[in-house]
């Protein structure tokens, strides 16, 4: 691992790169939906179901609803079986999207600030490589979970409760 220098460490740190191809202003091109949501409704939680639902629906009329094989890993744990969990969604509108390349990178540098800034994982958690997909496929990300990518993909455009 690359140690940061002692410059390096007094200047806030950031996860921007003002040139990069990924960070285009344009309209999202669907909505990458996260597993909190999925979860919401597939076990018809009762604080959260309905405004999942609200915003799968209001999501949908836009663009494409997508997943990621770790948002699919992230709701595994809650079936026996991986045709129990084909099942569920299938009655969701549901795009598989493979995770692209080019987010392993910013998901890392998303990781290296959260090291900086003395975080105690040892490697890039599911919510950097979700967001940095988002961010790199130019889609909005559908979640509750805010803080995390509020503070590492401040470019991301989320739908969130208020």
């Known amino acids: 691992m690359?140690?940061?220098s002692a410059s390096s460490a007094a200047i806030a740190p950031s996860v921007s790169e003002p040139d990069a191809r990924y960070?285009?202003?344009t309209l999202p091109r669907g909505t990458l939906v996260d597993s909190c949501v999925?979860?919401?409704?597939?076990a018809d939680d009762p604080t959260w179901a309905d405004w999942?639902?609200?915003?799968?629906d209001r999501c949908a009329a836009l663009g494409p609803l997508l997943?990621?094989?770790?948002?699919?890993?992230e709701i595994s744990p809650h079936f026996e079986r991986a045709s129990d969990l084909e099942v569920a969604l299938?009655?969701?509108?549901?795009?598989?999207?493979?995770?692209?390349w080019d987010a392993a990178f910013l998901a890392g540098q998303a990781f290296k600030v959260y090291r900086l800034s003395s975080g105690l994982k040892s490697s890039p958690m599911p919510d950097f490589?979700?967001?940095?997909?988002?961010?790199v496929a130019q889609l909005q990300l559908l979640t509750r979970d805010v803080a995390r990518y509020r503070?590492?993909?401040?470019?991301l455009s989320l739908v969130a409760p208020a």
């Open 2 to 4: 690359v140690q940061p």
């Open 23 to 25: 960070l285009v202003d």
């Open 38 to 42: 999925l979860i919401d409704v597939l």
């Open 52 to 56: 999942s639902l609200d915003q799968l």
């Open 67 to 73: 997943i990621n094989p770790l948002i699919l890993a």
């Open 90 to 100: 299938a009655g969701l509108p549901l795009v598989k999207a493979a995770l692209p």
């Open 129 to 135: 490589y979700i967001g940095a997909h988002a961010l």
């Open 151 to 155: 503070s590492y993909f401040p470019a």
